[in-house]
């Protein structure tokens, strides 16, 4: 941990694409939300599935919006379900819509009220049909209209019951 901390963020982002892709999963856990945050977006790129499930919820809190687009759908998938809880709204509104499409059932489902309303209509409608029932709760109206056909079939009937005026009216 003392090297760690000696280890300056420059130094880090120094580092190139392919020693990024070498870091071992022990080491890209001890990266600081300082260090994970100099990274650039082709380091970030360079790290795989197994490093990026190394990676806690405040590192990856620490990500910009270009350096989470830059993660591969794999690597994203392979996010904690706490880690993806932490993303802000601001984070998840910024995913591409393959992006959204790539993560985990269990990932969709740990997904906050509020991160769920920031999705954008695109990245709705990128959601698989059997991950839209589950956020019905927490669609605004405009969210509501962007469903296809296909992903309201899959609501049940408790789910539409439970849908408000203004989502219905929407």
């Excluded at 120094?14 to 071992?24: C, E, F, K, P, R």
């Excluded at 409608?125 to 056909?149: R, T």
């Amino acid at each position: 941990a003392a090297l760690r901390a000696r280890i300056a963020s420059s130094q880090i982002a120094s580092l190139t694409d392919d020693q990024v892709a070498s870091l071992g999963t022990a080491q890209v856990a001890a990266l600081t939300t300082g260090q994970v945050a100099s990274l650039s977006t082709s380091q970030i790129a360079a790290m795989t599935a197994t490093q990026t499930a190394a990676l806690g919820s405040a590192q990856v809190r620490a990500l910009g919006s270009d350096q989470l687009r830059s993660l591969g759908n794999a690597a994203l998938a392979a996010l904690s379900t706490d880690a993806v809880a932490a993303l802000a709204t601001d984070q998840i509104n910024k995913l591409g819509t393959e992006q959204i499409r790539s993560l985990t059932n269990s990932q969709v489902d740990a997904l906050t009220s509020a991160q769920v309303r920031s999705l954008t209509s695109d990245q709705v409608k990128a959601l698989e049909s059997y991950d839209v029932g589950a956020l019905s709760d927490d669609f605004a109206g405009s969210q509501i209209q962007s469903l296809s056909a296909n992903q309201l079939s899959n609501f049940g009937t408790a789910q539409l019951q439970a849908l408000s005026t203004a989502q219905v009216r929407a």
